[in-house]
Antibody
């Protein structure tokens, strides 16, 4: 069973850049779609996008101009970078994996708060 | 994008009851790539059903998914206390991936 764990800053100021890492254990990330999803407090799920170790990626058009995802197969990790954050980016950020586009295994999530 | 609408928003039920949750898509979901998730407070969503009707590993058989095209349902045949949570549907056929707004199951 794949296990995932997100790590990140917790708190950022508006206009700063978010960098999150998802560490994966139990299997090689080369087998999966590597997915990021977020959930604002008290609200529903928003798909951010996915990346594969091949470099293939697909981002939500609503965030595409600010998002970059990357993969480090040597560490079995993948990462999310989101630039120019605002209060609207306050959310729990989940990483997930899937053998297809479906998010099958999830991390526990990490809360990002954007506040001055 | 394919907008998913879940109904009802909230349901108040008792353990032992049967419940059917609805998820309607604004466009047909290709190959029925529709999944259902359960989320308890403070936890990550858990995949229950994939491809509209395939239960995920370890999911009890009281959970069943059905539907095709634009109309999908998740049925819980007999509610257990641990089933009271928020349920989301998500379509994984076309980008951007989209989710419904969720249905909350409350204990009556």
């Amino acid at each position: 069973q794949v296990q995932l764990h997100e790590s990140g800053p917790g708190l950022l100021k508006p206009s700063e850049t978010l960098s999150l890492i998802c560490s994966v254990s139990g299997d090689s990330i080369t087998s999966y779609y590597l997915i990021w999803i977020r959930q604002p407090p008290g609200r529903g799920l928003e798909w951010i996008g996915f990346v594969q170790s091949s470099g293939n990626s697909n981002y939500n058009p609503s965030l595409k101009s600010r998002v970059t995802m990357s993969v480090d197969t040597s560490k079995n990790q993948f990462s999310l970078r989101l630039t120019s954050v605002t209060a609207a980016d306050t959310a729990v950020y989940f990483c997930a994996t899937g053998t297809g586009w479906t998010a099958e295994s999830w991390g526990q999530g990490t809360l990002l708060t954007v506040s001055s | 994008e394919n907008v998913l609408t879940q109904s009802p928003g909230t349901l108040s039920l008792s353990p032992g009851e049967r419940v059917t949750l609805s998820c309607r898509a604004s466009q047909s979901v290709a190959k029925n790539y529709l999944a259902w998730y359960q989320q308890h407070p403070g936890q990550a969503p858990r995949l229950l059903v994939d491809d509209a009707y395939t239960r995920a590993t370890g999911i009890p058989d009281r959970f069943s998914g059905s539907g095709s095209g634009t109309d999908f349902t998740l049925t819980i045949s007999r509610l257990e206390p641990e089933d009271f949570a928020v349920y989301y549907c998500g379509q994984f056929a076309t980008a951007p991936i989209t989710f419904g707004q969720g249905t909350r199951l409350e204990i009556k």
